[in-house]
């Protein structure tokens, strides 16, 4: 007879790996369980939050018996903000669930059994090392942080141990400068942003200043952006992200897809004789031009054009290199048909979203791609989040 599960029941449950979203998995009779913020080889006493059918979302009551991986999470804010959750791990226990996360979804949503190593880089730093983030005020409160795990309520944050030195001035400066009394609004969105010589810049509807302009060096090259442009988040992984993501690349044609401010577009100009970049975001776009303006070259163009609709208007092409590095949320059923329509030789993939990876990957291998390599590179210290780039190459035929 099974047991008739309710929200607010108390398991003793052992965590049996780190699944995608970075739950613990645990089994109890006749109930899946994931559980926030455990650690593989944990015995915890949960209490059930939410049930799903024989699914179960559990929150620690208490640690029974700690696995060797789990330490003392450093932030005092850990478990309250939304912002990381793997602190309670050791910094090798994250890299290896990571790894594994990736595994997961290549398995479950890409029905892809890749059997090779996934290398996974680490960061040189574990903690400060964001240059990106976003932040959000309450102007009844006055207080600036990031919002409580599962909510949308604030927790007021004093230090951020994953920001750069940078940033985290940045935001004890706005703590006491933010003009409350001229928000239209009692809850305001902050975008933050560093560059080189420790310049910031911050955007917000709310504020009357404009955003810096802000320049940065990375793979040789010199790049403008703001904090309304995207730009990855980890100061000291981004050079070698460029290097995993192009490799020994060269030809004739390359395509730069989502390309923002031109990251991998302008190392792409120095390896091939013509490259394109697609951007919507008309403001990245124009910081790309003007960063290859400024390093002289003229074999690259941007185009501030919808990824989907740009490609679905290519009739033919001859593409040596397609680099795809989407939004989180992913790409498009549509534009992925079409860049696979296109047949180019070498495709190199840089999500930050492991199951749209999957998903997608799986696209490519049915339409006669096979995967060179996958290499994971830890852009997120101290969350669940992984940076992935795959490469494929195109069948003959």
């Known amino acids: 007879m099974s047991v008739d599960y309710k929200p607010g029941d108390v398991l003793e449950v052992r965590i049996e790996k780190i699944v995608p979203r970075g739950y613990g998995l645990a089994f109890a009779e006749g109930l899946t369980v994931f559980v926030s913020l455990a650690v593989a080889g944990d015995v915890l006493s949960v209490r059930i939050r939410e049930l799903k059918g024989r699914t179960a979302f559990a929150e620690i009551e208490s640690v029974i018996k700690p696995s060797l991986d789990r330490i003392d999470p450093p932030c005092p804010y850990f478990g309250t ?22 595994r997961d979804n290549l398995r479950r949503i890409g029905k892809i059994e890749y059997d090779n190593e996934i290398p996974i880089v680490p960061s040189p730093a574990e903690f400060g090392y964001r240059l990106r983030a976003q932040w959000h005020a309450d102007a009844n409160m006055k207080a600036i942080g ?73 793979f040789g090259e010199k790049l403008w952006f703001s904090a309304r442009s995207f730009f990855q988040g980890n100061r000291f992984l981004i050079d070698k ?18 390309c923002g401010v031109g990251l991998f577009t302008l190392p792409l100009a ?38 989907r609709r740009y490609l679905a208007n290519v009739v033919e092409s001859d593409l040596d290199f397609v680099l795809l590095d989407p939004p989180r949320f992913g790409t498009e059923k549509e534009m992925m048909a079409s860049l696979i ?57």
């Open 81 to 102: 903000c939304g912002g990381c959750d793997f602190q309670q791990m050791k910094y090798t226990a994250q890299l290896g669930a990571k790894v594994e996360i990736i």
């Open 341 to 397: 329509r296109l047949r180019p030789r070498h495709v190199s993939y840089v999500s930050c979203d492991p199951s749209v990876l999957a998903r997608d990957l799986r696209r490519f291998v049915e339409n006669g791609y096979a995967i060179r390599s996958i290499t994971a590179l830890d852009m997120f210290p101290q969350t669940h989040h992984v940076e992935t780039v795959v490469h494929l190459d195109r069948g003959i035929g």
């Open 270 to 307: 120095r390896r091939f004789s013509n490259v394109i970049g697609i951007e919507e975001n008309d403001e990245a776009v124009r910081f790309a031009r003007q960063s290859a303006e400024g390093a002289g070259l003229a074999n690259v163009e941007f185009r501030a054009q919808n990824v």
């Open 146 to 218: 990031y919002y409580r795990r599962n909510s949308r309520d604030l927790v007021d944050i004093d230090q951020c141990m994953i920001l750069t030195p940078e940033l985290q001035d940045k935001l004890t400066d706005l703590r006491t400068s933010l003009p409350w009394e001229v928000f239209l609004s009692d809850k305001v969105q902050i975008d933050a942003a560093t560059g080189d010589e420790g310049k910031t810049s911050v955007s917000s509807p709310e504020l009357p200043e404009p955003e810096t302009e802000i320049e940065i060096s990375a």
């Open 241 to 258: 992200l460029v290097e995993v993501a192009i490799g020994e690349s060269s030809g004739a044609n390359a395509l730069d897809l989502y």
